[in-house]
């Protein structure tokens, strides 16, 4: 089965939230953006904001197609935090609320989460779960400090954090954050690693038909792959990765992976420009049998001057409120604006078209690009202990289930990231060593 990122156009069952999430980000968005710059405080951590949106608008709010309330959180951190990762505020806005609707990524997996493509694919939506969406504030302030002091952290870079409700209906927790892949380069193979081996295979026999399913430790392990870098680019990605983990440990985070893709300059966007229309994803890390991954349209020309001006206007007017949302007028076109994100050059892990390129073991560049980043970072050790306590009471595997807590868990996934940026030589070195012992 092939999960097909369906349009969220107006005749899919979850139009309605996604508009008013939509309508929430542009408001809260340029609400917040368009104050002017200030010191942090102590409050802006916990800061909480609640709007109402209805049919004929307020003094507060303009009108909306919808009754929903929306909740914005720490707005001053999230918008110090996408300075910080150089996110423009104008492309911000234009990518995820103008223009195209976006696209919803296959079924949920396990953990319940929906996932959400921007338009031009340098967004992701995710819905979480009220713990995580309450792990999310409580860190919040350990994060944001993380994040300045180590601006190219491999951590997932969270943009917002909000919150919709409808009438009748249930409250929406979401996070934007970056998507890892660029949208103007294929990937070619996912890898989803954690360090551990128990579960964490992707059947073999499904990979022939599913070329693009995100791969686990053991396929990896399997195919004796090892990332590429030469002694300066593994170091600062040894050291970057530690440095996050430890962060990590002292949250008392576990569940993360390092999600890696792999773009091989040898294959180029072939399958891409085979394909181009067909965004294929896979939905929930762990569990769904059948994961794909997105598959990026590249950019196939550069906008006009034209395009690039009537691009500013309409966003001047979004920001000005003066023109609703137009999701939906244009659902059947493509978006024509695939490119690079090229505000994510200055960033170490990003700077290669987007990613990581390979280097040989004497420095030359090597064949592939890789996409990094720790990712799912948002499961508390207390969370999964209660949930191990419920599986227990159904099951006598006990060993299996068992969560390990997140200092090893943190080493173990440190030891795996290292053991696989080794080269073959040294593995080769290594095992003749422990021979000889
Ligand atoms: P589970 O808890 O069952 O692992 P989840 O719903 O929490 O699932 P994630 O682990 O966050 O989901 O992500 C699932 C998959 O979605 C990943 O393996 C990856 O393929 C894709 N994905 C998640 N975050 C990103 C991202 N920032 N960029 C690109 N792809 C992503
Ligand atoms: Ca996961
Ligand atoms: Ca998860």
Redesign the pocket.
């Known amino acids: 089965r092939v999960v097909v990122g369906t349009k969220v156009d107006q005749n899919h069952v979850n139009w309605v939230t996604a508009y008013n999430m939509l309508t929430g980000i542009r408001f809260t968005v340029s609400r917040t953006n368009a104050k002017l710059d200030r010191d942090l405080t102590e409050a802006d951590f916990t800061a909480r904001h609640k709007f109402s949106f209805d049919i004929t608008g307020n003094e507060l709010t303009p009108s909306a197609k919808y009754d929903f309330k929306f909740k914005d959180y720490a707005p001053w951190i999230f918008r110090r935090l996408r300075a910080t990762f150089k996110i423009d505020p104008a492309d911000y806005l234009m990518s995820l609320t103008s223009k195209y609707i976006l696209s919803e990524l296959g079924s ?6 929906f ?1 959400y493509f921007s338009r031009d694919y340098k967004y ?1 939506i ?1 819905t979480i779960h009220h713990a995580e969406h309450k792990l999310l504030r409580k860190i919040l302030k350990d994060y944001y400090q993380h994040v300045v002091q180590n601006p190219n952290t491999l951590l ?1 870079q969270f943009y917002g954090l909000h919150r919709v409700k409808v009438p009748y209906g249930g409250k929406i927790h979401f996070v934007v ?5 660029p949208p103007h380069r294929d990937i070619h193979q ?1 890898f ?1 690693l954690k360090g551990s081996t128990i579960g964490r295979d992707y059947k073999e026999e499904n990979v022939v038909n599913n070329p693009r399913a ?1 791969l686990k430790d053991l396929n990896w392990l399997r195919r004796n792959y090892h990332l590429e870098f030469g002694p300066e680019k593994k170091n600062t990605f040894l050291e970057q990765m530690e440095q996050d983990v430890h962060l990590l440990q002292k949250l008392k985070i576990m ?1 993360y ?1 390092m ?1 890696v893709g792999i773009h091989d300059l040898g294959k180029g966007n072939q399958e891409n420009l085979r394909d181009k229309t067909l965004r294929v994803f ?6 769904s049998p059948d ?1 794909i ?2 598959s990026n349209p590249i950019l196939t020309r550069t906008p006009s001057k034209l395009e690039t001006a009537r691009k500013a206007h309409e966003l001047r007017k979004i920001i000005k409120h003066e023109k609703p949302i137009p999701m939906g007028e244009s659902s059947t076109r493509m978006p024509d604006q695939m490119e690079e994100n090229t505000s994510k050059r200055d960033f170490t892990f990003y700077s290669d078209d987007g990613g990581f390129r390979a280097t040989h073991e004497d420095n030359t560049p090597g064949e592939e690009i890789y996409y990094l ?1 720790i ?2 970072l948002l ?1 508390h050790y207390g969370t999964v202990k209660r949930l191990e306590n419920f599986w227990k009471g159904l099951s006598h595997d006990k060993q299996q289930i068992s969560p390990i807590p997140p200092v090893p868990y943190g080493d173990r996934f440190i030891k795996f990231v290292m053991d696989i940026t080794k080269s073959r030589e040294e593995v080769r070195e290594e095992v003749r060593d422990e021979v000889r012992d």
């Open positions: 949920p997996g396990k953990s319940g989460s996932f992701i995710k997932s954050m970056n998507n890892l892949f996912t989803d995100t569940d992976s999600l896979q939905p929930g890390g762990d569990t994961d991954l997105p980043g990712i799912d499961t």
